[in-house]
């Protein structure tokens, strides 16, 4: 039998009321902003929001205190993200140091990185994106070619890395590299390094999306010189440390909620009316919403107890995409779209933000058939 | 999973699994699981019952579904456990249920001495193989459980696409004191319309995961053009497909099964048996698509799940019936209502209980 | 830029003057056919129907008339199946010989094979089954095992044929088998042979499908004595004249009506109401369905004029199966088959026979993924 | 195709191909399909036009669509169609045209020797680069064309996703004779409305033309793994769903092309635009799955015609809009009149006029 259990997700009073203060500050702080802000969802980036949330001390939740984290539990950080989802909170600012380059330097960082770094970033003070794609490497990560060449004090690195979110307003990027000259060995021959976004040579252009919306850059390293204390973890254990990241990144409620507000909208929208079409399509996307987070909160339940559920994270991204791409597609078909009616502007603007938006879904954190791939190999079809 | 529960799947899968050798021949079957004691899990111990947590007897009836067991063994679940709360004998033989439309309660009338009913029981399950068959019915705002013997009812047998026994029965009957009980509150003809649809989703998300299995296997033994089909990136990405839909429908059940004891929470059945049923559909489309011609055929065991699974997806409400309903829940709670609605259903504080 | 062109459909008062004759003919011949029995389509068996169609002159119709034929239109063909199709007559007896056989026998048949089987065939008398999958080959055709030993006064040929439809009931079989030991050769070493089912050593065995119905059959031939005037064209051909017929069998009406009477019954079950979901969903249906018969005339039209339109033909069977495929899942969200209201009888039933028949839709003909590989390669993919 | 359309379509092609270097700059794209008389392809030669068949000029919007031009070509083209109609003085400048919803017609007074007019014209096309507005009213169950010049009406400029200018215009306004003209019986607001929407059927239909190639162009270059992602099979039965989608669109826009002449026929252009517009959005998906990351910026040329794509897809009725009005047509035929409608529709026997 192929084992594809999702074991019962945790439960606890604790978390429960942690979400009601969550909720509560949420309710202060995010009052007034547009649903179409809110749709960005965790695109949107404010600082000062990602500030007043680091004084809440719920930036870095799970992380031990002494590097200014909160020592929560696994399942309170999920209810933190879910709510500020939920709510439409602007958390880019401080989202991929939170999710990914915290986490990351907690487990593989030096001492010296960790206290410089980790209190910055619960405080909300610091910001991070991630140097992965290149022009020819997509979903082909090891084929990188940027390189830090090792030299006496450090590296010299040059190359070019593409699609990196908010690299415009970040202080630091976790950099993907190779440090090898020795192309044979794609895997081994990558590290990680820990870029001060403002050392001489590096370039951010901005590459502007469909909407013209300025997310991501283009960040081009020409003989940066960065010091030797910059590298993490060991030499060579790049790929591994990637790897180990990514079953974090597929499942959370960032993989299924990215246009809840479109189906938040679409409710707003069909007040009034009494129809078995408006019934039936927001019931059936509701029962996607509350079987596919059930999913997403076993997969948490998992990780937090060590596990490795690389298959279980992959189903849930990709019924996730499928979710959130869905969502406005049967929006579509049930307010008449070609007449962009007054009444319903804020759902016509949260749409239309949306339908600029969904395609990527079924790219970022591994495309389509990449995850189904994954899917397969743990069938053990490869 | 702790010990007694993984005993109790252990031993239910290897007799499932050894009836499944032969899969119509319902006596057998229902003999062998009346055997282990399987129709009393849900009793409480006074009544000669196994009083098992709700989940643990809900995995029963989804291993029923996995290894397409050939008795009805959800229904005399839920059957004899009404007889129970009613404080009436358990059927020593086989007991079956049968439900209305929530919408459309059967009406009980009080005359002299006598209980009146009048109604229709549509499609009721395994009649022809009961000797008692329980329905839920309201009078003066009370639920009472009705307890009949299938040979004093109008019968017009029929079967569902899977050959499974579905007889509708016309109601037009003078009932004694103790063919007509009084049950809690909370046991309605609701909660029974729910119970039932509660039973076929874990029934659908164990048939899934045999249809995944299956499909899987075949696609790694059959070869096309040289090789296995399974080597072929296209038929790989739909097996992956086919996985996530067996997934999300196990997903489903298992939330499904908190709502068991919570009024409260009741729309995640809703949400379940939605779900469950769109995940039948589209797991079916590509298990068929895999396997190609020899899908088709009645010899092949494929057939057996695949009718079972249109079938169960229309029983107990299908999914435009549950989407609606919860459509309806959504949207009377308003926008702001939809996320508190979602997480308060979703977190049980007290944990699943029995 | 690729040609995916589907030019102009040929138009003609003559084959929408027959078009009327049709339907007074089919009004009568199938007064009193129930709705279920309409569904069946093209595999509703029917000798009576057949007969008395190949009296009106409808089989065969566009063949010479020394073979029995009208010397009709292809246009007037078209207009005759999908009337045929539409109306659901019972066509199963004499479709695969209109079809596939006696086109088969006109272009590469000996004149005594013509002489001898077309003018049965127009009469309604002569109905065929063809032998072309086997355990071993299902897509993969050129995998075929059965094999026809060449012996001085013909072939004994051996093996066993699967989804044999109708074979029980067929007075010929046209047979794809091997004519060489040659298995390197997998193409050229292949021919066709014309098989009297009444030979000695034919058992023919029926194969159920998921409705319990019997179409299908399992042909085995042990040591079948063939004379050498069974041959069809030259020997080592049998791959090519498959190959020529496959346009034709892709992109007719038959690829896209087969659940034209569940729509039917749904629109009937619909009566009264007046909702938005009712009205879009039979709205989308009909949008499919018109479009689509645009390009499948249009392939008509091109294989009228001697085009080979292999892309375009696999296009109008891939987005027809789709269609056929999706009509009963639409229905289902449209109807509540939960409760089988007496009042909707017909439609149930004819929903349920569908349902258990679509899933062989996108496998019959070419399954889905070489119907998509072949429009690949007309892509220029592969 | 005879000889004089694909001269012309040849000619446009290469404008058009030309045009494409400056995307941006609509006032060169306006001088140069102009000075090849492409606006007047529809307009009678007594009028000065070139009086070209209709699927002719249909031909030309379509080639327009593919080559992504930056001039409203199609609405000037029925601007002065209807002008020429209406017996009046073909616009030297650009003219445009506005719409109601065709339920919800304008409605002309007379009042003295004045007409007056009072409505909303929402989102019209161009009519920043427009020296002349079209449109049509109701006066007494007559259709009246209206002649009216854009700074003298109240707008509140905007654009569509993909920039093209969409104002919405309020109309409270005195117009003189020789702005109301008299128009035939069946060149009405509706006739007007499904023009628009016979328009972007083209102009769907030539995108998605262009969208599959550069699709499959892309596919055939972009590398991973070693090697171009088109030799994935996963990539290759994508690019053949992306396939069946630009060719029913095409198909359908070609159907509807017989519907411009005859009102009997106007279900066609309904079922034209909605199925266009389904194929657009599930084209657009697997165009973005294989572009990947690059398809999602604003500086690769797939963005350009995603834009265009989605709005055009909304613009004069969305598939929502269309499939209920055709479904409205269909459900009053009843079941045993959906065939017999679907082939009179079909079928022309006269075939198409111009």
Known sequence: MIDLSFPTPPESQQAESFREQVRDFLATELAGRTPLQRVESWMGFDAGFSRRLGEQGWIGLTWPKQYGGSERSALERYVLLEELLAAGAPVAAHWIADRQSGPLLLRYGTEAQKQAILPRITRGECFFCIGMSEPDSGSDLAAARTYAEPVDDGFIVNGTKLWTTYGHKAHYMVLFCRTSRDHEDRHGGTSQLLIDLTLPGITIRPIHDLSGAHHFNEVVFENVQVPRDALIGEMGDGWNQVLSELAFERSGPDRFLSTLWVLIELIRALQGRDDDQSRIAVGRLAAHLMSLRRLSRSVAGMLQRGENPTLQAAIVKDLGALLEQDIPDIARQLVDTGRADAAHRDFFQVLHYAVQQVPAFSLRGGTREILRGIIARGLGLR | ?354
Chains 1, 3 share one sequence.
């Open chain 2, 1 to 354: 999973m702790d010990d007694s529960r993984s005993l109790l799947l252990d031993t239910a899968g290897r007799l499932f699994a050894e009836l499944r050798e032969t899969p119509d021949d319902t006596d057998a079957a229902w003999r062998r699981v009346a055997g282990l004691g399987l129709p009393l899990a849900l009793v409480d111990e006074a009544h000669g019952g196994f009083d098992l947590p709700v989940a643990d007897a809900l995995a029963v009836v989804r291993l029923a579904g996995q290894y397409a067991l050939a008795a009805p063994l959800g229904e005399a679940l839920l059957a004899n456990r009404l007889l129970a709360e009613a404080g009436a004998d358990i059927a020593e033989g086989r007991p079956t249920l049968a439900v209305t439309d929530p919408h459309n309660p059967l009406e009980l009338n009080r005359d002299g001495d006598h209980w009146w009913v009048h109604g229709r029981l549509p499609a009721a399950p395994w009649v022809e193989n009961a000797e008692v068959v329980v329905t839920i019915a309201r009078h003066d705002r009370q639920n009472r459980l009705l307890v009949l013997a299938p040979d004093s009812l109008a019968a017009t047998p029929g079967t569902n696409l899977a050959d499974q026994p579905r007889t509708d029965l016309t109601l037009d009957l003078a009932l004694d004191d103790h063919q007509v009980r009084e049950l809690p509150k909370t046991l309605g003809p609701q909660w029974l319309f729910e119970s039932g649809a509660l039973l076929r989703c874990q029934e659908i998300a164990g048939a899934l995961a045999t249809v995944l299995d299956m499909t899987v296997q075949y696609a790694g033994e059959r070869v096309q053009f040289g090789k296995p089909i399974a080597r072929q990136q296209a038929i790989q990405q739909q097996l992956a497909v086919l996985a996530t839909q067996a997934a999300i429908a196990a997903g489903a059940a298992d939330m499904a099964v908190d709502a068991f004891h919570d009024p409260r929470r009741h729309a995640l059945i809703a949400a379940a048996k939605a779900r469950c049923g769109e995940a039948a559909g589209q797991a079916l489309a590509i298990a068929h698509q895999v396997h190609g011609a020899i899908g088709m055929t009645r010899e092949y065991r494929l057939n057996l799940y695949s009718r079972r699974l249109w079938s169960w997806r229309d029983e107990f409400g299908s999914e435009r019936y549950w989407q609606a309903r919860l459509g309806e829940q959504v949207l009377a709670r308003g926008a702001d209502g939809l996320w508190p609605f979602i997480t308060e259903l979703g977190s049980s504080t007290e944990g699943a209980r029995q």
